[in-house]
């Protein structure tokens, strides 16, 4: 560019001579047929080397103003590119910095050792401010990390964020389950969803059991139980339908929520009446001695029920129904005879030839309760005849 400046000052004095010469040349020329006079020739030759000397002179000023311009700005603008950058950033312990340029808008990298792994921003920017962007990052070693699998170590609990820098300013993102953090947002923290929904609250995310992991969260459930299609939650595993169980050829394998149950029905024994077994479920009296009052008032048949339920189960709730198949005398009666836990439960005449049996207190579980459901048949307030059902309830530790 100096050369450039030059060179068009000295062809300004060539043109500015040349105009000179061809002023000369005029004047001389409009009087072709007479000669000059020698004085006036000489005079105008002076004239001519008076200009020449004063362009030079001016040439020369002008000359020394732009050197001295073009000096100034030479020591302004290296003074702006050494002042401009940022302090040189130090490389982390057991690590190494990347980029050697510390000028506003570069970036400097950092990578850690193998054994460890970093924990801060990946790459900093050197801003406009002349500080770099973030902070410094360290290096972890991994060791520190190798924690029980439920529960996230804090290595992979924070990390990172991801930031991009653009017209001097600066935007930082974390990725899905994490939220930003840290005093210049470079930092990355897990959030724990099992902890902001915890159970039993409404919108809670699992059944059972809710097991936090970086970024994200998996449900588990009890043994008896698989993972619903939507990972949340829990349903039972049905070990009798599958084989799944270790029940004798002489039991029956009953499912219960959360596991299985083997049950032994048997006849029961008593001194005046005998029962024979006539179906997997039923036992039924034997004819009874003429006027043996005593066989009479046992039972003529048991029927035996197993039933299922969760925890905590809301009440009142029905469980079973009882029916006579037909009514030999003018009276129909339906009771409690017995059990364990009857005051859970209660009887009530449902139609005509029909009693329920009722839940009518939750039971907190895991709880084996009885239910003996009496139906009497009389005529002119004569018994004819008494109908035992048995119902067992296995009641789960688990609320689904």
Partial sequence: MRMELLSRMKAAGVVTLMMMMISLHQIYSSSAQECPPTHDLLNSLRQVEKMLAVHETSYQQGLRSLKKKISALHNSTMA?????????????????????????????????????????????????????????????????????????????????????????????????????????????????????????????????????????FHCICPSGYDLTRDGRGCTDIDECETRMHNCTADQLCVNTYGGFQCVTVECPRMKNATYIKTSSMRCERNPCMLGDKACTQAP???????????????????LFRVSAARVLGDTLRFGLAGGRGRGHFSVQRSGRQTGTLLLVTPIKGPATLEAEVEMSELEHNTLLGRYLTKVTLFVSPYEF
């Fill in 300 to 318: 003529n048949s048991i029927s035996f029920h197993f039933l299922s339920v969760v925890s905590n189960m809301s009440a009142p709730r029905i």
């Fill in 80 to 216: 702006v590119f050494k002042i401009a950058s940022c302090p040189k950033p130090d490389p982390p312990a057991h690590g190494r910095r990347l980029g050697r340029v510390f000028g506003i808008g570069h970036e400097v990298h950092f990578l850690c050792k193998s054994g460890y792994e970093l924990i801060g921003p990946r790459t900093r920017v050197c801003l406009e401010s002349l500080k770099w962007s973030g902070q410094q990052p360290m290096c972890r070693p991994t060791s520190l990390s190798h924690q029980s699998p439920t529960s996230s170590s804090p290595s992979s609990s924070v990390r990172p964020s991801h930031c991009t820098h653009f017209l001097g300013s600066t935007r930082c993102t974390c990725d899905v389950g994490f939220t930003i953090s840290g005093r210049d947002n470079n930092i990355c923290t897990d959030i724990d969803e099992c902890h902001l929904f915890p159970l039993g609250q409404p919108g809670r995310l699992c059944v059972h059991q809710c097991v936090n992991t970086p970024g994200s």
